[in-house]
């Protein structure tokens, strides 16, 4: 196996195993979250409040050096509280441009289905290009750069739903879930006297997480592995219960973070058992079912635990 791969599966480990000191008991939700960042995808967290989907942010952005910023969705948000504004100096009579939160390398989305949809729309440019403008000004997000939104699945007043197109810019949807009762006293035992979080520092550095970014990219897949992401993607798109199946984007998506989980797997090439460990939480979002019922997640878990059974599964791949 290349040297490459077995360093970068070591950092991943480490990031994974100190995120996990802050957020106990939730090591598949972690691993989601390192997938889509050695990805370069962005994440939504879908759960109830107080999970500790903020914690999972801070605990990420500590364990690799980099910057943290958050932003609280509110109504009233502008577009221009998210990006940024120029504003006039009059010692030198000129504009200077004074960047707003999402010049962060982990940027926390709080409540992102609170913002109007002028304020989601922002968010477009910055997820797809990782650059904002701001009045015909083109200025370039930092490096890494990695969006964790988040969002209440119970309440509804006083939100605006996500539209399609935004949704399919976020690679991953997770849920972190309740804790179990023993999970559940540790985290008091561990809060106690100070959280957790204070005394977490730094496992890797942004440098380390640009690297295993790129050797992620590296990891083979073989041609029947590509045939058989596309035959998944494309049986969205032919499913009688589904109004409107997931895009070349979410192929394109599975293809990546397939790759990402063989890597923290330490493997350097992909089986099929990747792919369909990562069907829901990469498709999952994508998906808008037919069905009249309330329980859209559980028709459309039911419609990809479908397709997984249905498509053939390719032969035993050959790492070159």
Sequence with gaps: MDEAVIEARKTCERIVDNVER???GKRKAVELAVIGLISKGHLLIEDAPGVGKTILARSLAKSIDCSFKRIQFTPDMLPSDITGVSVYNQK????EFRPGPIMGNIVLADEINRATPKVQSALLECMEEGRVSVEGTTYDLPSPFHILAT?????YEGTF????TQLDRFML????????????????????YAHPIDQ??????SDE????????????????????????????RQNSAVYLGASPRGSLALFRTSQALALLSGRDFVLPDDVKALAEAVLAH?????????SRDNNVKTVISQLLDSVPVPGTIVAR
């Design 22 to 24: 802050v957020i106990v």
């Design 161 to 164: 739903p996500l539209p399609e």
């Design 200 to 205: 977490l520092g730094p496992v890797a550095t």
């Design 151 to 155: 969002q209440n699945p119970i309440e």
């Design 92 to 95: 030198t009579s000129d504009f």
């Design 286 to 294: 994508r998906l808008i079912v037919r069905s009249a019922d309330h």
């Design 173 to 192: 949807r997770l849920s972190l879930g309740y804790p179990s009762l023993s999970d559940e006293v540790s985290i008091m035992a561990n809060q106690q």
């Design 209 to 236: 997480v640009l690297a295993l970014q790129m050797v992620v990219r590296q990891i083979f897949v073989d041609d029947s592995m590509k045939q058989y992401i596309a035959s998944l993607v494309a049986g969205t």
